[in-house]
């Protein structure tokens, strides 16, 4: 895993970066805010662990320009004061976790795997339910023998199986798998049921979504 | 050199050609019911004689009329490519109830695909005394084993063979996704009320 270390204070940034490169991480460092944008536009993180108070500019112009450059990588800032203020507009600007100086390097380090985890748990992610497989990687169900879903089919029945037993009803599962897409409505879910139905049918597996449009469903 | 069918080509050919007339008569059918042409197209042959003689020796069988027409089932050879899923086991089921026809084997390979992603439905079939192979499947699935086919005699990929055997599982495994998808939405428009206008 790469980490981009955007640290202006030389002693601190040195101790960080051992302190990193010890648990295996690849680390690269910045000193000022510049220097961080150069490196993120040009370069690919998993994490950037970003100062706030830093010459040229500060942490905070960094993380608004590489989210309105569309770069979603993972950002822990470190701030200098425990104001509420600064860490809600770090938050804001888009970033994912923050430390407040001084703090202890372990502490660091458990949030960096923390990272770490979020984003992989959601590439790699296997969901085992019933005989059925659901990998998140490639969106395969699998029982038998397999298919390959589309996103929102694999979205839905991993809100399904996350509810084991529930009873969702349609506007849930707008909201949660359809979200901002305007054109869904309860027929488009009660279609994406039939599918799942009908693939789950295809892969040999017993499992199957009950419901209706009106009632709501659950598997 | 005398034929290996001996004096039975006139015999396969009938019950070639009955079988092929009995797949019309369920196309004819379906198509007055549904208004759509269940079938995409409908492939026949007698297996040459060539081909016949090699598949004996490759089984290690003795090349003989015997062996071509009793011991190896696929003298005849029909394959169905249907529009939809639910096609397939429409004419399947047709087949397999005709009277006179004896069904010796059986094996869906479109519930329990192969590993490699093959999907095909296979009918192994007695008229007469006479064997028939018959393969049923949609176009998805005749698209994906022409190009499988192509690849596994393509000599020139050795060393990607196991990426290409790899993504076009994952093709036939979405093909297959799609073709479940297309029958849903199928049924679904069926259902809906009719159009007066």
Known sequence: ??????????????ALTVALEHEGYSVESAFDGEEATDKIMTNGYDVVILDIMMPKKDGIEVLKDMRSRNVVTPVIMLTAKAEVDDKVLGLDAGADDYLTKPF??????????????????YDSEMIEYGDIKLNGGNFELSCENSVILSAKE??????????????????YLLEHVWREDDGAN?????????????KLNGIASNVEIAGKLESGYCI | MESLYGSNIARLEEVMDYLLSEINSIRNQMMEEEGLDPVEHCLSRIKSEESMREKCIRK?????TDSALNKLYDAIGIRVVC???NDVYKIKEYIT????????????????????GYRSYHLIVRVKETFAEIQLRTIS?????????HVKYKKDIKGNEELFTKELKRCADELASTDISMQIIKDRIAKLPENNN
Do not use: Q
């Open chain 1, 1 to 14: 895993m790469k980490i981009l270390l955007v640290e202006d204070t030389k002693d601190l940034n040195r």
């Open chain 1, 104 to 121: 202890a390097i372990k502490e660091l380090l458990a949030r960096v795997r923390a990272m770490a985890r979020r984003k992989n748990g």
């Open chain 1, 154 to 171: 694999y979205e839905l029945l991993k809100t399904l199986i996350r509810n084991e037993g529930k009873v969702l009803s349609s506007d």
């Open chain 1, 186 to 198: 309860e027929d488009t879910v009660s279609l994406y049921i039939m599918y799942l139905n009908g």
């Open chain 2, 60 to 64: 290690g069988l003795p090349v003989t």
């Open chain 2, 83 to 85: 529009a939809f899923l």
């Open chain 2, 97 to 116: 109830s005709l009277p006179d026809c004896e069904v010796v084997e059986e094996k869906d390979y479109i519930k329990h695909a192969k590993p490699n």
């Open chain 2, 141 to 149: 699935m005749d698209t994906w084993a022409a190009l499988e086919h």
